[in-house]
């Protein structure tokens, strides 16, 4: 069976602070088929043992080797590159990104959403959002979409097609192949981020897109929602060697686990900027991995 996957794509690209709004989108009838799909691969992988819940599995050690191993593969690398027009698998080094200023986050629920399910939506979001706040010291909360730069959208197939003719509207030279991705994210894939830096700042993310298929259920949404706001903090990549870990794509674990607050301490440590080269950064990190576990 080809099990669902999730995608991380990033994208340096200006955002256009302040124009983010709630755009009209027209509703889908084919989610019902979709939700089918989805339901039945979420079915498949909790009876493989995956997407388990625990914070601390006692089956799962790590050592600050590890830790430092896993910051190199996940903060340090690329999972997918352009190349001819689209998004394609490829692993390579990278600088180091995060964010340097107030991160302000916001949902956008599709007209397919209902009522109660937007409300899940919301305060599953502010809640995480509080959590990433307390792990990265950073200025970090919700706030109205106007005023936001990190937008999670919560939209099924047909909502997709539509917000994407917006795209060119609201992202300033935005390439085709992040607007052909976002349009025709196939079912294979859960949920995406699309992280865009700031003009001339190496590595300082000025803003994010989140698209999360609203047709998953309450669980899934919420695996993705910890998923792809996390991974939009700076963990960009997925290792197979990470474990207990979302950063992996295995699907074992269905939340963030101490493990992966660990790395985002690391990556928000005051001696890590961003831009930073990892021949700059991985002598850094035992040192650096020790203060974040205490």
């Known amino acids: 069976m080809n099990i669902l996957r999730r995608i991380y794509l990033i994208a340096p690209i200006l955002f256009v602070a302040g124009c983010a709004a709630p755009y009209p989108v027209a509703p889908s009838d084919t ?13 498949s992988l909790l009876n493989l043992g995956k997407m388990r819940t625990e914070v601390s599995p ?3 050690p790590f050592s600050y080797g590890d830790l430092v191993q896993d910051f190199e593969q996940i903060a340090l690398r690329n999972e997918y590159r352009i190349s001819g027009g689209r998004f394609v ?21 599709g007209p397919s959403t209902s009522q109660s399910a937007a409300r899940l939506n919301n305060n599953e979001v ?9 792990l990265t010291n950073l ?16 939209l099924n197939e047909g909502e997709q097609v539509e917000f994407a003719k917006t795209l060119p509207t609201i992202l300033r ?8 991705a ?15 830096t700031k003009p001339g700042q190496k590595g300082v993310y000025g803003n994010v897109l989140i698209l999360i298929k609203s047709e998953h259920s309450d669980f899934m949404r919420k695996s993705c929602i910890h998923e792809e706001m996390a991974q939009a903090m700076g963990l960009t990549n997925d290792s197979p ?27 928000y440590d005051p001696r890590l900027k961003a831009g930073m080269e990892s021949y700059e950064v991985i002598p850094l990190l035992p040192a650096i991995s020790r203060d974040a576990v205490r």
């Not at 502010?126 to 307390?134: D, E, S």
């Not at 976002?182 to 981020?193: K, L, Q, T, Y």
């Open 31 to 43: 989610e019902s088929e979709l939700q089918r799909i989805y339901a039945a691969a979420e079915v």
């Open 58 to 60: 006692k089956d799962a």
């Open 89 to 109: 698998a490829g692993q390579s080094k990278t600088f180091l990104r995060r964010w340097e200023g107030p991160v302000r986050v916001a949902t956008i629920n």
């Open 126 to 134: 502010f809640k995480f959002t509080r959590r990433l706040a307390r």
């Open 139 to 154: 200025d970090m909360r919700t706030s109205s979409v106007a005023n936001a730069n990190f937008l999670v959208l919560f």
């Open 173 to 180: 030279d935005i390439s085709p192949a992040v607007v052909d």
């Open 182 to 196: 976002f349009r025709n994210s196939p079912r294979n894939i859960f949920c995406a981020a699309f992280a865009f």
């Open 241 to 267: 060697d990470a474990r207990p870990s979302i950063f992996n794509d295995d699907e074992e674990f269905a939340f963030l686990t101490r493990h992966d607050e660990i790395l985002l301490r690391m990556l």
